[in-house]
């Protein structure tokens, strides 16, 4: 079955790193992988969409990568800020439409 | 303000009731989703329409409906209404038809509690 995974624990950084978040995924063939934000109890706020063919994005301080061969995206927040905490979804069009991963909870400690 | 727009915010409803929750896609977009969020679940596909026809259908439960409107504002339908249907219930929006191809613009949701 398809499956998109994404860690479920917090992921806790200090203000001024650079955060990486990571999503697997496994019985997809994507064309596109997207990166949402969601603050508690609002909708998700689509951050980057990734190409297949594409192997790095950018915008501002955020950067995306993707390996099809891996089966793998990385989502990297450069400069955190405690304003960036928040939690953050991948998301990929499969059999059931755009299917989101749980999310990462990012928290950045001043 | 996203520019799409969720009614109503919070609803509280008993076991058995039915609620329509209602959504008015960004200007411009065509095609509407409709997705349950819980705890435990994450994000869900319901289902999505494109310019008042429906066009893919998730794990929507046979209780719950949807449709959208020649004004392309959408109304989710739900029914007979269980404590396991409590959620947010999110709509959001694109420009055309394909799914994964744009970024989705979602409303702020509204807050599902069933009693």
């Known amino acids: 079955s398809q499956k998109i995974e994404q860690n479920s624990e917090a992921l806790n950084i200090q203000e001024g790193k650079t955060a990486t978040l990571t999503c697997n995924y496994t019985?997809?063939?994507?064309?596109?992988l997207q990166w949402y934000r969601q603050d508690p109890g609002r909708g998700p706020v689509f951050l980057l969409l990734?190409?297949?063919?594409?192997k790095e994005k950018r915008k501002e301080r955020l950067k995306v990568t993707f390996d099809t061969t891996l089966k793998q995206s990385l989502f990297h927040i450069t400069a955190s800020q405690p304003a960036d905490s928040a939690t953050y979804l991948c998301?990929?069009?499969?059999?059931?439409?755009?299917?989101f991963g749980k999310g990462t909870h990012l928290i950045i400690q001043p | 303000d996203s520019g799409v727009t969720q009614t109503p915010k919070h609803l509280i409803t008993a076991t058995g009731q039915r609620v329509t929750l209602r959504c008015s896609p960004r200007?411009?977009?065509?095609?509407v989703y409709w997705y349950q969020q819980s705890l435990d679940q994450g994000l869900q596909f319901l289902i999505q329409?494109?310019?008042?026809?429906?066009?893919a259908k998730g794990n929507i439960l046979e209780r719950f409906s949807a449709q959208q409107f020649p004004d392309l504002h959408s109304e989710l339908n739900l029914s007979s209404l269980e404590l396991g249907d409590s959620a947010l219930y999110f709509c959001?929006?694109?420009?055309?038809?394909?799914?994964?191809?744009?970024?989705?613009?979602f409303g702020s949701g509204t807050r599902l509690t069933v009693v």
């Open positions: 990734i190409r297949e063919n594409e």
């Open positions: 019985n997809y063939s994507p064309a596109y």
């Open positions: 329409y494109y310019n008042g026809e429906e066009r």
């Open positions: 200007s411009g977009d065509l095609s």
């Open positions: 959001a929006s694109t420009p055309f038809e394909g799914q994964g191809v744009y970024g989705y613009t």
């Open positions: 998301a990929l069009e499969g059999a059931d439409g755009l299917t």
